[in-house]
């Protein structure tokens, strides 16, 4: 009997030990695996104190009371990825567009590229096949790559809305650095960034109704109603939000993650209308209803600031929620139909000239699942 007892004395010494190696390792990974980044310090959170009424008992708060899990999760669909990867209009050498345009080219999920003017500015830029901290697993992408990192041009502005994995990108952000003349991000992004080697003098961050102005562009970061945290033991010490974007021609507004409230409204009180909004639809889910919004939400977003057309993004790429992977633009059409609200559907990769834009139409989905 003892000899038995000293096996499994062994054996679940074993046990403790591997289990504690296995914690030491992650551990060991969310501290220094440079994907997943450099939380913001002890000294960078007393700063944010300081400057912000937002951040408050060690994190960032949203303006209204916030749960992050709200209720019964939706079923599991049997068709959150497409049979077949989605294609992708593949965008190389792309020439600088000229004053007094805007164009836009949705690159899949919330990443995409547009033209203001003679400007380049890079949205939220994934642009690799995993939406993780490593760059060979985690929630696989679903359709081609439109922009690869090697073709992507020099880049005036690139915004980053928060520091989700489907949003920022390490390996994307180093692979186009050194074509990046600007960065605008909410407060408390620039720590990655510092911490990949990033010049400081490049990176503006903004706390919510800030803007900086940059080459005859103006960047306002507005507020959405969402969460960060890219190291499950950190949440919230970054702030999230939407971009509001302005030169003397267009207007554009990009709603970042977030769920239904009255921030469209203010938005349009406080900056006016958008003569084009890219608006946040999918990933949702009645079990987390408060941080992104239902596709029937998000044409009342389009309403709420008056945006003149309007084209969803955050679908199409990778699955992180329940719903059909084609769930989003489906719903979102029909609403806008009924709502007489203007939704175009360009395919991914596809430049847009806004002054086309009533011409991107077609119901491509269908013809791919």
């Known amino acids: 009997m003892k000899r038995v007892m000293r096996i499994i004395g062994k054996i679940l010494l074993i046990i403790v030990i591997i289990i504690t190696v296995i914690l030491i390792g992650a551990l060991l990974f969310l501290r220094f695996y440079p994907g997943v980044g450099r939380t913001p310090d002890k000294d960078m959170q007393a700063e944010f104190e300081k400057i912000t009424d937002r951040f408050y008992d060690g994190e960032f708060h949203n303006e209204n009371d916030f749960k992050l899990n709200t209720g019964t999760w939706d079923p599991h669909s049997d068709r959150t990825i497409p049979e077949n990867i989605l294609p992708a209009t593949k965008l190389k050498k792309i020439e600088r567009a000229e004053q007094g345009q805007l164009k836009v080219a949705w690159l899949g999920h919330s990443s995409s590229f547009v033209q203001m003017g003679d400007k380049?500015?890079?949205?939220?830029?994934?642009?690799?096949?995993?939406?993780?901290?490593?760059?060979?697993?985690?929630?696989?992408?679903?359709?081609?790559?439109?922009?690869?990192?090697?073709?992507?041009?020099d880049i005036d502005v690139l915004?980053?809305?928060?520091?989700?994995?489907?949003?920022?990108?390490?390996?994307?952000?180093?692979?186009?650095?050194?074509?990046?003349k600007y960065y605008v991000m909410?407060?408390?992004?620039?720590?990655?960034?510092?911490?990949?080697?990033?010049?400081?003098?490049?990176i503006h961050?903004?706390?919510?109704?800030?803007?900086?102005?940059?080459?005859?562009?103006?960047?306002?970061?507005?507020?959405?109603?969402?969460?960060?945290?890219?190291?499950?033991?950190?949440q919230n010490i970054t702030l999230w939000g939407g971009l509001y974007v302005k030169d003397d021609s267009h207007s554009l507004y990009y709603t970042g993650d977030g769920g239904y409230y009255d921030v469209f409204r203010r938005?349009?009180?406080?900056?006016?209308?958008?003569?084009?909004?890219?608006?946040?639809?999918?990933?949702?889910?009645n079990g987390w209803s408060e941080c992104h919004m239902m596709p029937e939400q998000s044409v009342q977003a389009v309403k709420d600031i008056h945006a003149k057309w309007a084209i969803p993004v955050h679908w199409g790429t990778f699955s992180l929620c329940n719903h059909a992977w084609d769930d989003p633009v489906i719903r979102i059409r029909a609403e806008a139909e009924k709502q007489g609200v203007n939704i175009a559907t360009p395919g991914i990769g596809e430049l847009v000239d806004y002054n086309d834009i009533s011409d991107y139409q077609e119901r491509w989905w269908e013809n791919v699942s």
């Open 120 to 153: 380049n500015i890079l949205i939220d830029p994934v642009l690799t096949k995993y939406s993780s901290p490593v760059s060979f697993y985690g929630a696989k992408r679903f359709s081609e790559i439109a922009l690869s990192p090697e073709d992507v041009p």
């Open 159 to 180: 915004f980053i809305s928060h520091d989700h994995y489907d949003h920022l990108d390490y390996q994307t952000i180093k692979e186009i650095d050194d074509r990046v």
């Open 186 to 202: 909410p407060l408390g992004i620039d720590s990655y960034f510092l911490g990949w080697g990033v010049d400081k003098s490049k």
């Open 205 to 234: 961050t903004l706390d919510w109704w800030e803007e900086v102005r940059l080459d005859g562009i103006t960047y306002t970061l507005t507020p959405a109603q969402h969460y960060t945290g890219r190291n499950p033991l950190y």
């Open 267 to 285: 938005v349009y009180d406080r900056l006016g209308d958008a003569d084009l909004m890219l608006v946040e639809d999918g990933q949702y889910d």
